[in-house]
Nanobody, 114 residues
Framework: QVQLVESGGGLVQPGGSLRLSCAAS????????MAWYRQVPGKQRELVAR???????TYADSVRGRFTISRDNIKNTVNLQMNSLQAEDTALYFC????????WGQGTQVTVSS
């Protein structure tokens, strides 16, 4: 049974940092391109960052230079280090493959507010 469990979200002031983690199980994690997504109410879920098996990374324009995605193919985790957070980064964050094929987890809420 595939599981994606996101954690690490919280309330942070503008300019602050958070590190999100996603624990994946039930599939051959190291074979897949993994990605982080985010969604705010009333808007479509958007891809924030992706990382290939070989650790090539790509980012949405809105987060490039501030966010860093990484993966551990032994622990089956994909992480998102978020720095210089802005109010616009407030969203529910999810992980999945880059063409999402697994059932979405519950996500982790990130709120950036003073």
């Amino acid at each position: 049974q595939v599981q994606l469990v996101e954690s690490g979200g919280g309330l942070v002031q503008p300019g602050g940092s958070l590190r999100l983690s996603c624990a994946a199980s039930g599939f051959a994690f190291d074979w897949y391109v993994m990605a982080w997504y985010r969604q705010v109410p009333g808007k479509q879920r958007e891809l924030v960052a992706r990382i290939t098996r070989g650790r090539t990374t790509t980012y949405a324009d809105s987060v490039r230079g501030r966010f860093t995605i990484s993966r551990d193919n032994i622990k089956n985790t994909v992480n998102l280090q978020m720095n210089s957070l802005q109010a616009e980064d407030t969203a529910l964050y999810f992980c999945n493959t880059d063409t999402p094929i697994w059932t979405w987890g519950q996500g982790t809420q990130v709120t950036v507010s003073s």
